[in-house]
Protein backbone atom coordinates (compact mmCIF):
# COMPACT_ATOMS: atom_id res chain seq x y z
CA UNK A 1 0.00 0.00 0.00
CA UNK A 2 1.21 3.20 -0.78
CA UNK A 3 2.30 5.08 2.14
CA UNK A 4 2.57 9.02 0.87
CA UNK A 5 0.17 9.84 -1.91
CA UNK A 6 0.28 13.27 -3.66
CA UNK A 7 -2.83 13.28 -5.92
CA UNK A 8 -1.55 16.49 -8.09
CA UNK A 9 0.51 15.38 -10.67
CA UNK A 10 1.09 18.88 -11.86
CA UNK A 11 -0.18 22.40 -10.48
CA UNK A 12 -0.21 25.92 -11.90
CA UNK A 13 -0.23 29.32 -10.00
CA UNK A 14 0.48 32.98 -10.87
CA UNK A 15 3.35 34.41 -9.40
CA UNK A 16 2.15 36.18 -6.12
CA UNK A 17 -0.77 33.66 -5.52
CA UNK A 18 -1.04 31.08 -2.92
CA UNK A 19 -1.25 27.27 -3.28
CA UNK A 20 -1.57 24.33 -1.62
CA UNK A 21 0.39 20.94 -2.63
CA UNK A 22 -1.57 17.74 -1.35
CA UNK A 23 -0.48 14.93 0.76
CA UNK A 24 -2.04 12.25 2.72
CA UNK A 25 -0.31 9.66 4.39
CA UNK A 26 -0.72 6.16 5.82
CA UNK A 27 0.77 4.32 9.22
CA UNK A 28 0.25 2.96 12.32
CA UNK A 29 2.98 3.87 14.15
CA UNK A 30 2.12 6.72 16.60
CA UNK A 31 5.32 8.56 16.00
CA UNK A 32 6.70 9.80 12.91
CA UNK A 33 7.79 12.68 11.28
CA UNK A 34 6.39 14.60 7.59
CA UNK A 35 9.07 16.69 5.70
CA UNK A 36 8.44 18.79 2.46
CA UNK A 37 10.99 18.79 0.22
CA UNK A 38 11.43 20.91 -3.09
CA UNK A 39 13.62 19.53 -6.07
CA UNK A 40 14.83 22.31 -8.94
CA UNK A 41 15.77 20.78 -12.16
CA UNK A 42 19.29 20.82 -11.07
CA UNK A 43 18.14 17.59 -8.54
CA UNK A 44 19.05 18.67 -5.17
CA UNK A 45 16.25 17.74 -2.91
CA UNK A 46 15.75 21.25 -0.64
CA UNK A 47 14.75 20.57 3.02
CA UNK A 48 11.29 23.00 3.18
CA UNK A 49 9.54 22.30 6.36
CA UNK A 50 9.00 19.67 9.25
CA UNK A 51 6.07 18.55 11.15
CA UNK A 52 6.16 15.85 14.09
CA UNK A 53 3.27 14.06 14.65
CA UNK A 54 3.14 14.89 18.06
CA UNK A 55 3.67 18.76 17.28
CA UNK A 56 0.55 20.54 18.47
CA UNK A 57 0.63 23.54 16.36
CA UNK A 58 1.12 23.56 12.25
CA UNK A 59 4.80 23.93 11.16
CA UNK A 60 5.78 27.41 9.16
CA UNK A 61 8.74 28.11 7.83
CA UNK A 62 8.46 31.68 6.19
CA UNK A 63 6.24 31.20 2.75
CA UNK A 64 5.72 27.72 3.47
CA UNK A 65 3.10 26.31 6.24
CA UNK A 66 1.93 23.03 6.74
CA UNK A 67 -1.37 22.10 7.01
CA UNK A 68 -1.46 19.10 9.16
CA UNK A 69 -5.32 16.90 10.11
CA UNK A 70 -4.17 14.53 11.83
CA UNK A 71 -7.37 12.39 12.44
CA UNK A 72 -7.70 12.95 7.87
CA UNK A 73 -3.57 11.72 7.74
CA UNK A 74 -3.13 14.66 5.65
CA UNK A 75 -0.20 17.16 5.44
CA UNK A 76 -0.55 19.87 3.31
CA UNK A 77 1.85 22.37 2.00
CA UNK A 78 1.08 25.88 1.46
CA UNK A 79 3.56 28.07 -0.25
CA UNK A 80 2.43 31.98 0.13
CA UNK A 81 3.17 34.78 -2.34
CA UNK A 82 4.38 32.39 -5.09
CA UNK A 83 7.48 33.28 -6.77
CA UNK A 84 9.12 32.24 -10.00
CA UNK A 85 11.52 30.24 -8.43
CA UNK A 86 9.21 28.46 -6.66
CA UNK A 87 8.73 26.31 -9.63
CA UNK A 88 10.36 22.78 -9.13
CA UNK A 89 9.02 19.31 -8.07
CA UNK A 90 7.77 19.26 -4.22
CA UNK A 91 8.09 15.89 -2.67
CA UNK A 92 6.12 15.19 0.61
CA UNK A 93 7.88 12.65 2.88
CA UNK A 94 6.84 10.55 5.88
CA UNK A 95 10.08 9.31 8.37
CA UNK A 96 9.83 5.61 9.64
CA UNK A 97 11.65 3.95 12.12
CA UNK A 98 13.30 4.30 15.76
CA UNK A 99 15.55 7.28 16.25
CA UNK A 100 16.74 5.60 18.87
CA UNK A 101 19.38 4.24 17.16
CA UNK A 102 17.55 2.29 14.57
CA UNK A 103 16.96 2.61 11.00
CA UNK A 104 15.36 5.87 9.60
CA UNK A 105 14.38 6.08 6.58
CA UNK A 106 12.23 8.43 4.51
CA UNK A 107 9.15 7.70 2.83
CA UNK A 108 8.13 9.51 -0.35
CA UNK A 109 5.58 10.55 -2.75
CA UNK A 110 5.30 10.59 -6.15
CA UNK A 111 6.14 14.00 -6.27
CA UNK A 112 3.71 17.72 -7.36
CA UNK A 113 5.45 19.39 -10.39
CA UNK A 114 4.59 23.30 -9.44
CA UNK A 115 5.00 25.81 -12.30
CA UNK A 116 4.19 29.65 -10.97
CA UNK A 117 3.33 31.71 -14.50
CA UNK A 118 4.50 35.41 -14.27
CA UNK B 1 24.21 24.91 -0.16
CA UNK B 2 23.81 21.96 2.02
CA UNK B 3 26.76 21.21 3.01
CA UNK B 4 26.36 17.46 1.30
CA UNK B 5 28.96 17.41 -1.67
CA UNK B 6 28.29 14.05 -3.80
CA UNK B 7 30.57 12.99 -7.03
CA UNK B 8 30.87 12.35 -9.75
CA UNK B 9 27.70 14.91 -10.70
CA UNK B 10 27.34 12.46 -13.94
CA UNK B 11 28.47 9.12 -15.15
CA UNK B 12 27.86 6.62 -17.89
CA UNK B 13 28.67 2.69 -17.28
CA UNK B 14 27.91 -0.10 -19.36
CA UNK B 15 25.85 -2.80 -18.36
CA UNK B 16 27.64 -5.39 -16.23
CA UNK B 17 30.39 -3.05 -15.08
CA UNK B 18 30.47 -2.06 -10.97
CA UNK B 19 30.13 1.52 -9.83
CA UNK B 20 31.46 3.57 -6.85
CA UNK B 21 29.49 6.46 -5.70
CA UNK B 22 30.75 9.23 -3.19
CA UNK B 23 29.28 11.47 -0.61
CA UNK B 24 30.59 13.80 2.13
CA UNK B 25 28.24 14.28 4.69
CA UNK B 26 28.02 17.49 6.61
CA UNK B 27 30.09 18.30 9.49
CA UNK B 28 28.68 16.93 12.53
CA UNK B 29 26.18 14.59 10.99
CA UNK B 30 26.85 11.05 11.73
CA UNK B 31 24.20 9.25 9.40
CA UNK B 32 23.87 9.12 5.47
CA UNK B 33 21.29 7.10 3.72
CA UNK B 34 21.43 6.62 0.06
CA UNK B 35 18.58 6.95 -2.07
CA UNK B 36 17.39 6.14 -5.92
CA UNK B 37 15.67 8.22 -7.60
CA UNK B 38 14.26 6.95 -11.03
CA UNK B 39 12.95 9.11 -14.09
CA UNK B 40 9.51 10.38 -12.42
CA UNK B 41 9.38 9.16 -9.16
CA UNK B 42 10.31 9.70 -5.68
CA UNK B 43 13.31 8.39 -4.11
CA UNK B 44 13.67 5.29 -2.88
CA UNK B 45 15.66 4.39 0.18
CA UNK B 46 18.54 2.07 -0.68
CA UNK B 47 19.91 1.94 2.58
CA UNK B 48 21.28 4.07 6.36
CA UNK B 49 24.86 4.34 7.82
CA UNK B 50 25.31 5.31 11.25
CA UNK B 51 28.45 5.43 12.54
CA UNK B 52 30.20 3.64 9.91
CA UNK B 53 27.60 0.68 10.68
CA UNK B 54 24.41 -0.59 8.45
CA UNK B 55 21.68 -0.38 10.38
CA UNK B 56 18.70 -0.36 7.64
CA UNK B 57 18.28 -1.23 4.41
CA UNK B 58 15.43 -0.79 1.56
CA UNK B 59 14.07 -3.36 -1.23
CA UNK B 60 17.45 -3.63 -2.86
CA UNK B 61 19.62 -6.55 -4.01
CA UNK B 62 22.91 -7.24 -2.35
CA UNK B 63 24.86 -5.55 -5.39
CA UNK B 64 24.10 -2.65 -4.09
CA UNK B 65 26.48 -2.03 -1.09
CA UNK B 66 28.04 1.02 0.80
CA UNK B 67 30.39 2.01 3.22
CA UNK B 68 31.02 4.56 5.76
CA UNK B 69 34.06 6.37 7.08
CA UNK B 70 35.67 7.46 10.22
CA UNK B 71 35.11 10.93 9.07
CA UNK B 72 31.06 9.93 8.12
CA UNK B 73 31.50 10.28 4.11
CA UNK B 74 30.45 7.13 2.61
CA UNK B 75 30.50 5.55 -0.67
CA UNK B 76 27.78 3.87 -2.66
CA UNK B 77 28.69 0.74 -4.80
CA UNK B 78 26.77 -1.34 -7.33
CA UNK B 79 27.86 -4.38 -8.95
CA UNK B 80 26.65 -6.25 -11.85
CA UNK B 81 25.08 -2.74 -13.45
CA UNK B 82 21.81 -3.34 -15.22
CA UNK B 83 19.77 -0.66 -17.46
CA UNK B 84 17.69 -0.20 -14.48
CA UNK B 85 19.95 0.85 -12.39
CA UNK B 86 19.64 4.13 -14.85
CA UNK B 87 18.75 7.13 -12.07
CA UNK B 88 19.64 9.84 -10.21
CA UNK B 89 21.61 8.80 -6.75
CA UNK B 90 21.21 11.25 -3.78
CA UNK B 91 23.03 10.84 -0.47
CA UNK B 92 21.69 12.43 2.37
CA UNK B 93 23.35 13.13 5.63
CA UNK B 94 21.91 14.25 9.27
CA UNK B 95 22.10 13.00 13.11
CA UNK B 96 18.96 10.81 14.08
CA UNK B 97 15.48 12.34 14.43
CA UNK B 98 16.07 15.52 13.06
CA UNK B 99 15.92 16.42 8.94
CA UNK B 100 18.13 15.08 6.02
CA UNK B 101 20.27 17.61 4.15
CA UNK B 102 20.39 16.27 0.47
CA UNK B 103 23.52 16.66 -2.23
CA UNK B 104 23.28 17.59 -5.42
CA UNK B 105 22.80 13.70 -6.92
CA UNK B 106 24.63 11.45 -9.20
CA UNK B 107 23.10 10.97 -12.47
CA UNK B 108 24.32 7.47 -13.50
CA UNK B 109 23.22 6.13 -16.81
CA UNK B 110 23.50 2.36 -17.48
CA UNK B 111 24.06 1.72 -21.26
Known amino acids: AQKITQTQPGMFVQEKEAVTLDCTYD???????LFWYKQPSSGEMIFLIY??????QNATEGRYSLNFQKARKSANLVISASQLGDSAMYFC???????????????FGKGTKLTVNP | ETGVTQSPTHLIKTRGQQVTLRCSSQ?????VSWYQQALGQGPQFIFQ???????GRGNFPPRFSGLQFPNYSSELNVNALELDDSALYLC??????????FGQGTRLTVV
Open chain 2, 92 to 101: ASHRLDTEAF
Open chain 2, 49 to 55: YYREEEN
Open chain 1, 27 to 33: TSDPSYG
Open chain 1, 51 to 56: QGSYDQ
Open chain 2, 27 to 31: SGHNT
Open chain 1, 93 to 107: AMREGSPQGGSEKLV
